[in-house]
Structures are given as C-alpha cells and as structure tokens.
C-alpha cells in the first residue's frame, strides 16, 4: 500500500515537476509567467489533437511515430504560447500578470474547447469519445526489466520516458544555471536587466528564449498528464489547478529544480494523502485536500521572513525591460 | 559595433516613450486594436464553423441582446463582474496583485449562505439581512488582510499568497458542501430556503437582478469618488507610483496596504453576498466563476477607472454570452467563449505599447550622413511611423 501510495505521488509529481521548471526558467529571466496554467493544457491538448491526426489517418501504427508525432504537436503548441507571452510582455512591455491570466483563460478554453469538439470538427462522428489508448500505450512504455525487480522495480523502474525527462531536465537545469556561461547570464538578466545589458548581454534574446524553452518545458507537464496519467483519456478541466500547483511549487523549491524534484514528490503525496487515509468522511477529504495550499503559504511566509539573499526570487521578477528607462 | 567605414550603424528603428497622447488618439488606438482583434476572431470562427463570419456576430449579439430575459441576465453577469472590479481595484491601483478576489468571494458567499441556512427561518428579516451583509463583508475582509499583514510585515508575495487563498477557500467550500448537502450526503447545498425564501434579496417589480444591479451601481459611483476625490484614494495611488515618495512624503505604507486590502475583500464579500442571496440562491465552489481572474483584466483595461470598467466588463461579459451562443448553435464545447475572450484582451493589451511608446525608424541614409548625430527626425516622420507601428 506504502509502495502504491509512493508510485501514485511520484506520477502526480511529474506534471507539477514539468511546470515549475519551465517556470522557473521563465521566472530566472525576470518575467513572472502567470500563464503556466493556460500552457499546460495547450500542451496536453496539442498532443491530443498530434495523436488523434496520426491515430484516425494512419493504417499501420507505430510506437516510435505515435510518441514522436503528439510530442512533436505539444512542443509546437507550448512554444507558440510562450511566444505570445513573449511578444506581449518583453517586446510590447505589457503587464506581465495581465497577460499571464489572459494567457491562461486562453489556453484553458483552447483545451476545453478542443478537448470537447475535436470529434464533431473532424466530421468523424461514429467515435464516441478521444481515448487514445494506443498511443497512451507507447506513451507508457516502461523499463523492461522493472516487472522482475519486486518492489524496487515497481518504485524506480516502472515509469515511463516522461517521468524521467522530468528528472533529467530538471537536473540539467540546475547545471545550467549553476555551471554555464549562458546560465549565468541568464540569472543576470533577471536580477538587473540593465546591468546586463551594459555588459554586452542580448536582454531581449535570453527573455525570448527563456520564456519559450519554459512554456515547451511546463507543456511536456500537460502531454504527461494526458498520455501517462489519464491514460489517453481527455476530460474537460480534467488538469484541474495543476498548473498553478506547478507556479506553488516554484515557490516551495526557492527557484532551485533539483529541489523542485524532493517538492513535487512532497506535492504529489499532499495531493492524494485523502485517498489512503482510512475512515475519512467525505467531507474531511476536501479539508485534507488543502494541505499543499497551506504548505506553500508556510513555505512562502518562511522565506519572506527570513530573507536569505539566495533564497529570494529574482530581483526583477515581473518588471518589463526599457533600456531608456531610468 | 561600427561598420568598414567607421559610421556608426544605426539600428533600423528604436523606441521612444511618449509624452502623452491626446484622449481621442488614445482611445482611436484602443478601438483599432479591438477591430483587428474581431478580425481574427472572426477568421478563428470561420474555420472552426465554417460559417459566414458577419452571421456570426450577428448570432453573438441575439445571444446576448436577443430578448428581455437575455438582456436581464446580461445585466446581472456585468454587474457581478464589475462588482469583483471594482472591489480589486484599489488594491490594483496600489501594486498590490490580488488575484484571490476569487476566494475572497467564495468566502463572501460562504458566510451569506451560512446565515441563511443556520438562522433563515428563525430571526426576523429586519436582523437576518443585516447580519448576513455584515458577516459577508467581514469574511471577505479578513481573506483579503490575511495576505495584506503579511506583505506589509515581511513583504510576503501577494501574487502567490492571495492565489493560495483561493484554494484554501475552495475547500472549505467543498466542505460545508457536505455538512450541510440537501438532499444529505449529495455534496451539493441546493437552493437555501426554497419555500420559506428567507434571506433571499428582494425583487424590485418581480425582477429577480434589479436589487443587485442598483447596489453595484451604488458602489461604481462610491469606487470613483474614493479613488478620485478622497485623501485614502490619494494616499494608495502615491504608494502604487512609489513606495520610496510615499514614505518620504510621511505616508504609512503599511496602514495603507491592510486598509486598502480591508476594502477590496469587503466588496469582494458583498459579490458573494449578491451572488448567493441576490441570484443564485445557492453556493457551490465554482459560484465565483472565474470572475475573480477576469476582474483583473477588466480593471486593468479600464485603466482603474470605474466608469470605463462599466464598458469593459460589458464588453468581456458581451463576448462571453456572444461566444456561448455560437457554441450553442453549432453544438460545440462552450469554453469557445473562453478563446474569443483571450484573443480579444491579447489584442487590447497589446495595443498599450503603441498608445504609451512610439516606433522611430532610422532616418534615409542621406539625411543620416548630412546630420552625422544622433537621430532626432522630425515631427511629420515621428507621426508618420506611429501610424506605421499602428497597423502591425
């Protein structure tokens, strides 16, 4: 039961994981992007719609294609988003939590709606409902050997691609910021702009670039979510407040993805602690479901509070850029 | 960078910070902006439904003018949604992000609904409004100045805080959802009173939205002589331009923070209260609707100015019953309205850029060479590539 509990927190994690270090990305360059939310459930949609295409046109399926095209389609999907924040905030300077939210009532109703129409718009109206099981299937293929290894295998081996690409990009990550050149620019950026522009460094590029690699990176969370999660299955507002769990947890792991890993995991467990205690009534279920709410404000009220200089979140963070300002 | 012959490159344009433009051309921006946005919409449209795009918003407008009924219920969405506006404003104004007028509201709604459920059928009207006014008021205040004492102190984020709140009203909500579920144990309070309608807000000639409407309208007028005319709406807007003035010129931030949060999580309450004993009759955790997000944009569009919060909150809430219309006709998801909104604000929010700064162009290479300084093109090119800029 302990194990089950375990695996169903680290799947919960993995999306939550995916958008807070895409928005972490975005949060180092300055630009506070309320929007994760909304690019998430483009990303999960977009892969519904990549493998719904290649599902109802191919005749002979392939694993290898049907994980390449709906991932290919949420890619597309979550970098066209991050380039709408992009545009609005960096080059027309518009007020980042105003275009976050515009971002999010956006990409939500973009999945709602295609989630709810895609079959009546495809004129294919004899399929009931999108359960793309085969192409959840691929999604899901998990380590060969993770069946023979007992407990061990189910809690380490027995996730699938996805999973892993959240830890290793999370990783990455870390190593960017802490060890690279572009890294730091990137970090420099986002605490004075015109500190780094004076140094030479292309503001509006490393603002550009991290608000998209973010929104591509928080996508994969909603593709994960539909593929691995729900199995394929689209439900309306099915995501639910994810996304804004993921901007939490940026919070939780003070802007730092490899601590966001040991976060998500603690999130994902908060998420569903309801559903393995024994003898809650229904209502005491929704008072549980608060615990990764209060968890964040403790965290969030723990840091303010005490003010260490690298636990803070960059200086800039949501403020535009205008070289002419003073 | 300098290029083989040693000029100094000039990029091919850059960017000024206007002055001021006049209203009108302010205003020409905004309109235009809107036009291209109902443009795209209506591309956005015709591809999904393949239809005529004029019919389309001839659709959209029965949807929302096309008969009383319609028309009653269009009031009653704006007013609900000015209502939340009118309530973030202040706190807006100041720089402080509320973006937990959602919870704040659900909270409202909550302690209005508690009020008629335990005590309906035992005070007297004449105890049992006043008390759910106050309760409401005093709920929403207080999930509003939890997050307000906490910046003002350690200058906790309010953007992430308020946002949490939400949730944490979510559930609460959900909650006495089962404690107090009719029929039991179904999660859902269902309508409060039904028979005896005690605790209901009255009808003003049979109209069940007139009351709300008249008391938001009270508040409009309330909101724009506080922010414009009293010395706390002064104090707030130096704090919103400035923390560092504000101090210098003896303002008490801090006092200023909790009172104005005090002040949008009161009105924030009173929507609930509207809301649960004005029109629904009823509370359930999407009661709010995601109003508390889209008072934001329609605070923010409106410059926070109440009167044009008034025309923003028709115009999103127009789009809103417009978008379901057509998602009802072509039976298709009504979160369709959700995509024309978002396009819309895309649009508008936009246009800003080209309504506070101006696109200058680098001059021809000849009148470069001969001025041989930094660009200062005249009055006619500066205007003529504000235009430019404009149509892009």
């Not at chain 1, 680290?10 to 939550?16: E, K, R, W």
């Not at chain 2, 104004?93 to 209005?112: C, D, H, P, R, S």
């Not at chain 2, 104005?260 to 009161?266: I, N, Y």
């Amino acid at each position: 039961m302990i194990a089950a509990f375990i695996t169903r927190a680290i799947m919960q994690a993995i999306p939550l994981l995916y958008g807070s270090t895409g928005e972490i990305i975005t949060e180092k360059s300055g630009h506070l992007n309320l929007g994760t939310a909304g690019v998430m459930y483009v990303g999960g949609i977009c892969g519904v719609i990549g493998a719904f295409m290649y599902e109802t046109h191919t005749s002979s399926f392939n694993s290898v294609l049907a994980v390449l095209v709906p991932l290919l389609a949420s890619i597309i999907g979550s970098a066209i988003m991050g380039l709408i924040y992009a545009v609005l905030t960096v080059t027309l300077r518009a007020n980042q939590n105003v275009t976050g939210l515009a971002l999010t009532t956006f990409g939500v109703g973009f999945g709602n709606f295609f989630g709810g129409s895609l079959i009546k718009l495809s004129g294919n109206t004899d399929i009931p409902s999108i359960a793309l099981s085969d192409t959840s299937n691929a999604f899901r293929t998990s380590l060969p050997f993770a069946d023979s290894l007992g407990v061990i295998g189910k809690l380490f081996f027995s996730y699938s691609f996805l999973a892993y690409g959240a830890i290793i990009i999370a990783f990455v990550t870390t190593f960017y910021f802490n060890r690279t050149r572009s890294g730091l620019h990137l970090r420099a950026v986002g605490e004075s702009p015109a500190t780094a522009d004076a140094d030479g460094i292309n503001v509006g590029a490393y603002k550009y670039g991290a608000t998209i690699i973010g929104s591509v990176i928080a996508g994969l969370g909603g593709l994960y979510y539909v593929m691995d999660y729900a199995n394929g299955v689209w439900s309306n507002d099915g995501f639910g407040d994810r996304g804004w769990l993921a901007i939490a947890l940026v919070i939780f792991a003070i802007w730092r993805p490899n601590i966001g890993i040991i976060g998500s995991f603690v999130f994902g467990g908060l998420f569903i602690i309801h559903n393995y205690i024994p003898g809650l009534s229904m209502g005491a279920q929704e008072i549980f479901k608060m615990a990764p709410y209060v968890v964040t404000i403790l965290v969030l009220v723990i840091v303010s509070t005490r003010k260490k200089r690298e636990n803070l979140p960059p200086a800039s963070l949501g403020l535009s850029y205008f070289r002419e300002d003073r | 960078m300098k290029n083989k012959t040693g000029k100094v490159h000039e990029p091919l344009f850059h960017i000024v910070k206007r002055s001021a433009l006049p209203f009108w051309k302010s205003w020409l921006f905004r309109i235009l902006s809107l036009l291209a946005a109902l443009v795209v919409c209506g591309i956005v449209i015709v591809t999904v439904t393949a239809e005529n795009p004029l019919a389309m918003y001839k659709t959209m407008f029965e949807g929302a003018f096309g008969t009383a009924r319609r028309r009653w219920s269009l009031l009653q969405d704006m007013a609900m949604l000015l209502c939340i506006s009118l309530a973030v404003t202040p706190a807006f104004k100041m720089k402080f992000w509320n973006i937990g007028a959602e919870g704040q509201v659900l909270i409202g709604g909550l302690a209005t609904a508690a009020c008629m459920i335990l005590f309906g059928e035992k005070l007297s009207p004449a105890v049992l409004y006043p008390l759910m006014a106050v309760t409401s008021i005093l709920a929403g205040a207080l999930w509003a100045v939890i997050p307000a004492v906490f910046k003002a102190k350690w200058n906790t984020n309010e953007t992430l805080f308020t946002l949490m709140m939400n949730y944490i009203a979510i559930q609460l909500l959900s909650y006495f959802s089962y404690v107090w579920s009719n029929p039991k144990g179904s999660g859902k309070i269902g309508i409060i009173n039904a028979s005896s309608g005690a605790g209901w807000l009255p009808y003003i000639g049979n109209n069940k939205y007139l009351f709300n409407i008249l008391v938001v309208l009270a508040l409009t007028v309330f909101m724009y002589i506080y922010l414009k005319y009293s010395k706390h709406g002064y104090e707030l807007s130096v704090v919103g331009e400035s923390e560092n003035t504000a101090k210098y010129i003896g303002i008490n931030v801090k006092k200023v923070i909790i009172r104005t949060m005090l002040l949008s999580g009161a009105i924030c309450g009173i929507a609930g209260l509207l809301l649960v004993a004005g029109a629904n009759h009823t509370v359930s955790s999407n009661a709010a609707d995601g109003r508390g997000f889209t008072a934001i944009m329609v605070s923010w569009l409106a410059k926070f100015n109440p009167a044009y919060m008034i025309l923003t909150s028709l115009l999103l809430v127009f789009f809103d019953k417009g978008a379901t219309e057509i998602s009802t006709a072509f039976s298709l998801n009504d979160s369709f309205s959700e995509i024309i909104s978002g396009i819309i604000i895309f649009f508008i929010i936009g246009s800003e850029f080209f309504i506070n700064y101006e696109i200058k162009f680098r001059e021809k290479e000849g009148a470069h060479v001969k001025a041989q300084k930094p660009a200062a093109p005249g009055p006619e090119i500066a205007s003529e590539s504000g235009k430019d800029g404009d149509s892009k």
